[in-house]
């Protein structure tokens, strides 16, 4: 898990929209984007990593608290003491503090619970009102599904495709074999239920109502 910036012009994802990635970051790489990475210490606390030096704590980083939903109380623990989870949204503060427009999630909801994932999805939908372009790197499609415009899929470093993720729902890129509402409806249409392909449990409950009366 990482999260990372975009310092050149990436012109491929130069828009407004959250771009989602189904991929891997060196994939990115190979493109030739320029992902860098962010430098600390595991024994400097969460205060001396985001504030510097400063003996208070900056306006700037209090509202960046209260915007990404954390506790104040972190800013006392040291990086190697924080929960898997709770670093992963310092590292995100981290990265918003410095402005980036471009901001790549490297599998950061991988083992995240259902809360936090919640949580996630908020703050990039915001993320995207805010003018930031967002890359998610992801291989839960059903999670990209909540937050991305557009879906690009890379093999070793080669895009395979790029449109909406409603229209890869119909293309043969097996990138859903794996989830079980896409299971759910390929067997049911095997037996004649002609439902609609979909990500959207709520829009599938309604496709099987509609199919039966």
């Known amino acids: 898990m990482e999260i990372v910036y975009l310092d050149k ?9 959250v771009t989602g990635v189904y991929g891997d970051i060196l994939d990115l790489v190979k493109m030739g984007l320029g992902v860098c ?3 600390y210490n595991d024994s400097w606390s969460v205060k001396r990593f985001l504030n510097g030096y400063g003996f208070r704590v900056s306006k700037r980083i209090i509202a960046m608290f209260k ?3 954390m506790d104040l109380e972190l800013l006392k623990y040291r990086i190697d003491e924080l929960s898997k989870t709770d670093f992963r949204f310092v590292l995100l503060a981290k990265v918003l503090l410095m402005n980036k427009t471009i901001i790549v999630f490297d599998y950061f909801d991988y ?4 809360k936090d994932q919640k949580r996630l999805i908020h703050i990039i939908r915001n993320l995207k009102k805010d003018g930031k372009t967002i890359i998610v ?17 890379l093999n070793d470093g080669d895009i395979v495709y790029n449109g909406s993720i409603n229209e890869l729902l119909n293309e043969s ?5 794996d989830i079980e509402i896409m299971k759910f409806i390929k067997l049911a249409n095997k037996k004649g239920a002609r439902l609609d392909y979909t990500l959207d449990a709520k829009e599938l409950l309604k496709d099987i109502y509609r199919s039966v009366y």
Not at 9 to 17: E, G
Request: aromatic share 12%; no cysteine; charged share 25%.
């Open 173 to 177: 890129i097996d990138v859903f074999d």
């Open 67 to 69: 915007y990404l939903e």
């Open 111 to 114: 083992g995240l619970t259902y």
């Open 9 to 17: 012009n990436a012109t491929l994802f130069k828009d407004d929209n």
């Open 137 to 153: 790197i992801s291989k839960d499609v059903v999670f990209m599904n909540q937050i991305v415009d557009d879906v690009i899929v």
């Open 37 to 39: 990475g962010i430098v």
